[in-house]
């Protein structure tokens, strides 16, 4: 049995490795190390410019401590920055409206026990309870696994170069699948 909930103080190492995991030793080491330090100090609410990032981890129902999957997921950062000419009203909203899942990575001795799918299900769940209408993942372009895996929950891949449009404060905002290695894939919640 497993439970999934927001990242204790306590936990910041075992997330730590998972980060690590999930960049798949792009070297991102100091990254690794500022999510145990926000952990540590705060737990899974970490503070962000615009709105905060959640970690949830995926924890054995005995409560043992041990980490067994992480995601963390956060409002769309450089998206809310390229729109500051709508207006502080509308990054706002694109705060409450838009999420990104960032990190996501399951444990190699917990992996195919589902603990990804709860992860995001639990994200999507508790976003949802905020208002949140659309949740979006980056993928690099060549991962042909982990693009499929998002596929078969529901994500939805966007041509490369078409953007997906949506209103905020009754303003188009648009973004679209780059050409920066990576793939866009997004999910209505």
Known sequence: MVRIRLARPGQGSAVEALVAVA????????LAGAFAAAIEAGGGRI???YGEGLVLVACPADDSGQVLGMLYVCPPIRLIDDCADLGRQVQQ??????????LLAVAERARRRGI??????AARDTLRGRSCKLLYVKVRHDDKPVLGWYRRR?????P????IVIRV???????????DGYRVLVKPI
Not at 23 to 30: I, K, S
Not at 160 to 163: K, L, R, S
Request: hydrophobic share 40%.
């Open 23 to 30: 960049l798949g030793g792009d070297g991102e080491v100091a």
């Open 47 to 49: 503070r962000l410019p």
């Open 93 to 102: 909203r694109l705060t409450e409206a838009v999420a990104e899942v960032e």
């Open 116 to 121: 990804g799918g709860m992860l995001l299900d």
């Open 154 to 158: 529901g994500y939805q891949l966007l």
């Open 160 to 163: 490369q170069g078409q953007p």
């Open 169 to 179: 404060a009754g303003r188009p905002v648009g973004f679209a699948d780059g050409t």
